[in-house]
């Protein structure tokens, strides 16, 4: 049986990071809500982890997605999210952060691949810059049609 995929606090981050470019990996980071999980987000995190060897995902705390989404949501706390994203086999690693963006964290921890999802520019990518500075790369996965959490949402709405 393998070991659970680790929840990282802030102050693990780099040493995480660190063990796994010693052994030659190339770290690829994510970030998101991930509020109601669903087949779009599965298959983007399969494949962004194709990228490199380790798949951190980022995932914003209860407040970032307040500050994001608005005050209905998260429908799922990020610590409840979490523990049902450690079981997908693409990751590697978990951290939740604060912030409203990831940048801290991407700073820490230096990624080499750095994965959104093709809705949004290189340019408006969170993060994209200081990737390429230190000579990683930026992937823009293709975002599913139809999968969505807030069309999710707003399907259970329109249910009689």
């Known amino acids: 049986m393998s070991l659970p995929v680790p929840i990282l606090a802030r102050e693990d ?6 063990a796994r470019h010693a052994r030659g990996e190339r770290i690829v980071f994510t970030n ?22 380790a798949l951190l ?4 705390s209860d407040a970032s997605v307040r500050e994001l989404k608005g005050p209905q949501r998260p429908l799922i706390p990020a610590e409840d999210r979490c523990a049902v ?14 912030e409203p963006t990831p940048l801290e ?4 921890v230096r990624p080499d691949i750095l994965v ?17 500075s230190w000579g ?18 707003e399907s259970i709405k329109r249910l009689p």
């Open 32 to 53: 998101g809500c991930f509020d109601l999980l669903h087949r779009g987000h599965v298959e983007y995190l399969a494949e962004a982890a194709g990228s490199g060897d």
């Open 105 to 108: 964290v991407i700073l820490l």
């Open 85 to 98: 994203l450690r079981h997908l086999r693409p990751v590697a690693a978990l951290t939740i952060f604060d």
């Open 116 to 132: 959104k999802g093709d809705e949004y520019a290189e340019s408006a990518i969170v993060g994209a810059p200081e990737v390429r």
């Open 136 to 153: 990683g790369d930026v992937v823009r996965v293709a975002m599913r049609a139809g999968r969505s959490t807030s069309g999710l949402i």
């Open 13 to 18: 981050l780099v040493a995480w990071a660190e």
């Open 57 to 60: 995902v980022a995932v914003n």
